[in-house]
T-cell receptor, first 107, second 112 residues
Framework: KNEVEQSPQNLTAQEGEFITINCSYS?????LHWLQQHPGGGIVSLFM???GKKKHGRLIATINIQEKHSSLHITASHPRDSAVYIC?????????FGTGTRLTIIP | DTGVSQDPRHKITKRGQNVTFRCDPI?????LYWYRQTLGQGPEFLTY????????KSRLLSDRFSAERPKGSFSTLEIQRTEQGDSAMYLC??????????FGPGTRLTVL
């Protein structure tokens, strides 16, 4: 079993829909990261969380430390949001990554 | 641009050749990480440095791999006697302790 599990693996939605991507982890962490990767592109950090909730534009990230679970929400989704979203956790100094959720937003 | 940079962005080599990649982190960041990402997978940890000290190496990093960060600034990752299984995206990242991690654009290695 992977230390970081994401669901769903693939998600296709219509433009404007509310998107939720989930991440569960099984190890103790100091922080959780949500990252975005466009096809053929590098990785961009969206959020780093250690508790509670953060919001940036149309993106919202939440974390529940007790349940070892985090969610990434996208409101009013847009085709430019199409990318792979990766959850990663800070354990012992390094990041452990989930396998990513491939999001496709259809116009 | 004051982000993390990597060079080259793409490298095609023949099996058995040696390759070296370079990473320039954000200047004030004391931590530097190397990760490897194969198609359809999340990145996997290879090694990390705090300043010039290499503090941890993954068992993924076979004897053919070596990484250095000689003055605590840029880092190099060398792969000797490349194999087709080494084909991947090699990602560098940097951070200050317990702060956000910034990723470079990656070096895509193709071993023929």
């Amino acid at each position: 079993k992977n230390e970081v599990e994401q669901s769903p693996q693939n998600l296709t939605a219509q433009e404007g829909e509310f998107i939720t991507i989930n991440c569960s982890y099984s190890v103790g962490i100091s922080a959780l990261h949500w990252l975005q990767q466009h096809p053929g592109g590098g990785i961009v950090s969206l959020f780093m969380l250690s508790s509670g909730k953060k919001k940036h534009g149309r993106l919202i990230a939440t974390i529940n430390i007790q349940e070892k679970h985090s969610s990434l929400h996208i409101t009013a989704s847009h085709p430019r949001d199409s990318a792979v979203y990766i959850c990663a956790v800070n354990g012992n100094e390094k990041l452990t990554f989930g396998t990513g959720t491939r999001l496709t937003i259809i116009p | 641009d004051t982000g993390v940079s990597q060079d080259p962005r793409h490298k095609i080599t023949k099996r058995g050749q040696n390759v070296t990649f370079r990473c320039d982190p954000i200047s004030e960041h004391n931590r530097l990480y190397w990760y490897r990402q194969t198609l359809g997978q999340g990145p996997e940890f290879l090694t990390y440095f705090q300043n010039e000290a290499q503090l941890e190496k993954s068992r993924l990093l076979s004897d053919r791999f070596s990484a250095e960060r000689p003055k605590g600034s840029f880092s190099t990752l060398e792969i000797q006697r490349t194999e087709q299984g080494d084909s991947a995206m090699y990602l560098c990242a940097s951070s200050l302790a317990r702060t956000e991690t910034y990723f470079g654009p990656g070096t895509r290695l193709t071993v023929l």
